[in-house]
């Protein structure tokens, strides 16, 4: 099982939804989306699974939106695409970027 399925299962027992609005609401993309991925055993992109989470948020559905954040996470430590230099520096940027921008709220988090 995906962790998308998990998800998936884990608000159909929250409150019932369809694959067609699961796709459409809480992801932001087609109807057919999550169908296809199901179809094809495959997980979202972080792309979508930031949507989802941000939907989890909206919708009050805190528990969810940290799972989803965990699994982001998880994702983001194991990607080796960084040294640790180009870390060091990306951090100071968000950094950088998150006390630039402290008065608007618009906060930055890098994963990796």
Known sequence: MTFMESIYTELNNIQ???????????LGQSRSY?????????DASN???MKLMHSFVEHKQ?????QVAKELASRASKTGFCST???KILRHAVALHNKQTAATDTDFVLLM
Do not use: G, M, P
Request: no cysteine; net charge positive.
């Open 62 to 66: 805190d528990r969810l939106a940290k």
């Open 34 to 42: 999550f169908s296809s991925l199901r179809a094809r055993d495959i």
């Open 85 to 87: 230099a180009s870390k």
């Open 47 to 49: 792309t979508v699974l």
């Open 16 to 26: 019932q939804v369809s694959t067609d609005e699961f796709s459409l609401r809480w």
